[in-house]
């Protein structure tokens, strides 16, 4: 299993312990280049009811939460994270920007 994917499961199983709540699965699955998606419906409680999230094969990753905050890693050192107030960091191998 590589790095990336790894992190993936933990960060799904990380969402799911703060957003205890339920959810039903929309759709999931992997296409035939290996990219994975989710998409879940966390009810009308949830700023935001219909989550989702994907991976691909090149290693990067985003997720729509539940609490409308949204995450993006490429997979090679940049990421950028979007909290539901607007606010949030980008990083670059490392050392954090606030937005």
Known sequence: MRYSDMYHELTVRIIDLIMPNGYSYNSHGTNSQGNHYCSRDYGSSAPNQN?????????????????????????????????????????????????
């Open 51 to 99: 989550s989702y999230h994907y991976s691909n094969s090149d290693g990067s990753y985003y997720y729509s939460n539940p609490n409308g905050s949204t995450y993006y890693n490429s997979g090679s050192g940049r990421a950028n994270y979007t909290s539901p107030s607007g606010g949030g960091w980008t990083s670059n191998g490392g050392s954090r920007q606030s937005k």
